[in-house]
Nanobody, 117 residues
Framework: QVQIVESGGGLVQPGGSLRLSCAAS????????TGWFRQAPGNQRELVAR???????RYVDSVKGRFTISRDNAKNTVYLQMNSLKPEDTAVYYC???????????WGQGTQVTVSS
Protein backbone atom coordinates (compact mmCIF):
# COMPACT_ATOMS: atom_id res chain seq x y z
CA GLN A 1 0.00 0.00 0.00
CA VAL A 2 0.98 3.64 -0.39
CA GLN A 3 3.04 5.12 2.44
CA ILE A 4 4.33 8.67 2.72
CA VAL A 5 6.51 9.40 5.76
CA GLU A 6 7.91 12.83 6.54
CA SER A 7 10.69 13.72 8.92
CA GLY A 8 13.05 16.53 9.81
CA GLY A 9 10.89 19.24 11.31
CA GLY A 10 11.63 20.95 14.59
CA LEU A 11 12.47 24.17 16.38
CA VAL A 12 15.24 26.35 14.97
CA GLN A 13 16.45 29.89 15.59
CA PRO A 14 16.10 32.56 12.91
CA GLY A 15 18.89 32.19 10.38
CA GLY A 16 19.17 28.48 11.03
CA SER A 17 18.67 25.51 8.74
CA LEU A 18 16.57 22.35 8.58
CA ARG A 19 16.22 19.57 6.05
CA LEU A 20 12.88 17.88 5.56
CA SER A 21 12.64 14.40 4.09
CA CYS A 22 9.68 12.57 2.59
CA ALA A 23 10.06 8.85 1.96
CA ALA A 24 7.51 7.11 -0.24
CA SER A 25 6.63 3.53 -1.01
CA UNK A 26 3.92 1.54 -2.74
CA UNK A 27 4.18 3.13 -6.19
CA UNK A 28 6.75 3.95 -8.89
CA UNK A 29 8.14 7.10 -7.31
CA UNK A 30 10.20 8.27 -10.30
CA UNK A 31 7.05 8.72 -12.39
CA UNK A 32 5.52 11.19 -9.95
CA UNK A 33 5.84 14.94 -9.46
CA THR A 34 6.67 15.89 -5.88
CA GLY A 35 6.39 19.00 -3.79
CA TRP A 36 6.27 20.63 -0.40
CA PHE A 37 3.38 22.72 0.87
CA ARG A 38 3.00 24.55 4.15
CA GLN A 39 0.15 25.80 6.28
CA ALA A 40 0.44 28.33 9.07
CA PRO A 41 -2.35 28.82 11.62
CA GLY A 42 -5.21 30.79 10.08
CA ASN A 43 -3.72 30.56 6.58
CA GLN A 44 -4.46 28.45 3.55
CA ARG A 45 -2.08 25.71 2.54
CA GLU A 46 0.41 27.08 0.01
CA LEU A 47 2.87 25.54 -2.40
CA VAL A 48 6.47 26.11 -1.27
CA ALA A 49 8.44 24.17 -3.88
CA ARG A 50 7.89 21.52 -6.50
CA UNK A 51 10.14 19.19 -8.45
CA UNK A 52 8.75 17.31 -11.41
CA UNK A 53 9.44 13.72 -12.37
CA UNK A 54 11.88 15.15 -14.91
CA UNK A 55 13.69 17.29 -12.34
CA UNK A 56 12.28 20.74 -13.11
CA UNK A 57 11.88 22.90 -10.04
CA ARG A 58 9.87 25.92 -9.03
CA TYR A 59 9.54 27.89 -5.83
CA VAL A 60 7.25 30.40 -4.23
CA ASP A 61 8.92 33.82 -4.33
CA SER A 62 9.27 34.07 -0.56
CA VAL A 63 11.69 31.10 -0.38
CA LYS A 64 13.72 31.59 -3.56
CA GLY A 65 17.43 31.59 -2.78
CA ARG A 66 16.87 30.07 0.66
CA PHE A 67 15.15 26.72 0.05
CA THR A 68 16.20 23.91 -2.26
CA ILE A 69 14.04 20.99 -3.27
CA SER A 70 15.65 17.78 -4.52
CA ARG A 71 14.78 14.15 -5.03
CA ASP A 72 16.57 10.81 -4.97
CA ASN A 73 14.64 8.34 -7.08
CA ALA A 74 16.85 5.45 -5.93
CA LYS A 75 15.68 6.12 -2.36
CA ASN A 76 12.11 7.13 -3.26
CA THR A 77 12.68 10.31 -1.27
CA VAL A 78 12.15 14.03 -1.78
CA TYR A 79 13.97 16.62 0.32
CA LEU A 80 13.55 20.26 1.22
CA GLN A 81 16.70 22.01 2.39
CA MET A 82 15.73 25.18 4.23
CA ASN A 83 18.40 27.77 4.98
CA SER A 84 18.25 31.29 6.44
CA LEU A 85 14.98 30.45 8.10
CA LYS A 86 12.68 33.26 9.18
CA PRO A 87 9.88 33.34 11.76
CA GLU A 88 7.39 33.64 8.90
CA ASP A 89 8.49 30.21 7.67
CA THR A 90 6.84 28.72 10.76
CA ALA A 91 4.16 26.27 9.61
CA VAL A 92 3.25 22.65 9.23
CA TYR A 93 5.00 21.36 6.12
CA TYR A 94 3.38 18.69 3.97
CA CYS A 95 4.86 16.49 1.31
CA UNK A 96 2.76 16.03 -1.83
CA UNK A 97 3.30 13.42 -4.51
CA UNK A 98 1.08 13.27 -7.56
CA UNK A 99 0.61 11.97 -11.04
CA UNK A 100 -2.23 13.49 -13.04
CA UNK A 101 -2.24 10.70 -15.61
CA UNK A 102 -2.75 8.07 -12.90
CA UNK A 103 -5.15 10.39 -11.05
CA UNK A 104 -3.05 9.92 -7.94
CA UNK A 105 -2.50 12.59 -5.30
CA UNK A 106 -0.82 11.62 -2.02
CA TRP A 107 -0.08 13.66 1.10
CA GLY A 108 2.25 13.17 4.02
CA GLN A 109 1.11 13.56 7.61
CA GLY A 110 2.80 16.93 8.05
CA THR A 111 5.81 18.00 10.08
CA GLN A 112 5.99 21.10 12.24
CA VAL A 113 8.67 23.70 11.55
CA THR A 114 8.98 26.46 14.14
CA VAL A 115 11.41 29.35 13.70
CA SER A 116 11.81 31.29 16.91
CA SER A 117 14.45 32.70 19.20
Amino acid sequence: QVQIVESGGGLVQPGGSLRLSCAASGFIFRLYDTGWFRQAPGNQRELVARISSGGSTRYVDSVKGRFTISRDNAKNTVYLQMNSLKPEDTAVYYCNIKNDYFKANYWGQGTQVTVSS
